[in-house]
């Protein structure tokens, strides 16, 4: 079973800090990540792809990856209520069709 | 450009009873999916399609049925519907294999009771 694994939360920040958001991984033959943002009752929405080890920037996002260690986590600096929300990670094998969720981290940014 | 395009958005059923769910795109992407997510629970894949007429199950297959007669539309059957199937579901689509799924329908909340 290749699984995604991701802290449930909530993860509580205040408002202008960052939070970090991690995720780890079992299938070593995985080649994409990528970070969907979740609003309650609302269908995923991409937020960020990243394929190659490093730090991939957009916005207020940061993405991180290191495969040797199989971790991916999400960086979101200045932190605002709106970003309240569940962050899943997910991954695609170089062989795969699909993705492969997390369950999810619950974000909450406290004014 | 209305993207992925889900009906219904509420259901509810009763034990036994067959529906099917219904997922069109618009933009022309060979590759679709359907994803069912539980409380609390990540996405877990249902079926997928890489084309018109070519199917595959995904980790969570029974109970459910596809069909993908024209590239725009693919169908999710549920027969004999059971409390399990108790679930929103989503619909996918990805513009290629390696990408990717970046366009969801608004998903279908289905109370099978």
């Known amino acids: 079973q290749k699984e995604v694994e991701q802290n449930s939360g909530p993860l509580s920040v205040p408002e202008g800090a960052i939070a970090s958001l991690n995720c780890t991984y079992s299938d070593r033959g995985s080649q994409s990540f990528f970070w969907y943002r979740q609003y309650s009752g609302k269908s995923p929405e991409l937020i960020m792809s990243?394929?190659?080890?490093g730090d991939k920037e957009d916005g207020r996002f940061t993405a991180q990856l290191n495969k040797a260690s199989q971790y991916v986590s999400l960086l979101i600096r200045d932190s605002q209520p709106s970003d309240s929300a569940t962050y899943l990670c997910a991954v695609k094998a170089n062989s795969g069709y699909a993705l492969n969720f997390g369950k999810g981290t619950s974000l909450l940014v406290t004014p | 450009n209305a993207g992925v395009t889900q009906t219904p958005k509420f259901r509810i059923l009763k034990i036994g009873q067959s529906m099917t769910l219904q997922c069109t795109q618009d933009m022309n992407h060979n590759y679709m999916y359907w994803y069912r997510q539980d409380p609390g629970m990540g996405l877990k894949l249902i079926y997928y399609?890489?084309?018109?007429?070519?199917?595959d199950k995904g980790e969570v297959p029974n109970g459910y049925n596809v069909s993908r007669s024209t590239t725009e539309d693919f169908p999710l059957r549920l027969e004999l519907a059971a409390p399990s199937q108790t679930s929103v579901y989503f619909c996918a689509s990805n513009v290629d294999r390696s990408g990717p799924e970046a366009f969801f329908g608004q998903g279908t909340r289905l109370t099978v009771v």
């Open positions: 399609s890489v084309g018109a007429g070519i199917t």
């Open positions: 990243i394929y190659s080890n």
